[in-house]
């Protein structure tokens, strides 16, 4: 029963911890702002972050699964 409960636990966990990673990312691709501020040279730079942040997410799900 107790590894169970530790193992949901282990989850649990490891799901917050994903979520909080891509958050984080995607708050520093955007850099906090919100679409309706951004010019147009911020929209390409935001996007061009975006994708950048979508290659870091997909880097740190590989890493985390090596480890």
């Known amino acids: ?17 994903n979520r909080a990673v891509d958050t984080g990312i995607s708050f520093i691709a955007t ?7 951004l010019s147009e040279a911020d929209h390409q730079q935001a996007r061009a972050g975006q994708d950048l942040a979508k290659k870091a997410r997909k880097m740190s799900r590989a890493s985390r699964k090596l480890f």
């Open 31 to 37: 850099r906090g702002k919100g679409s309706a501020d």
């Open 1 to 17: 029963m107790d590894r169970t409960f530790q193992q949901l636990i282990g989850r649990l966990l490891g799901r917050l911890m």
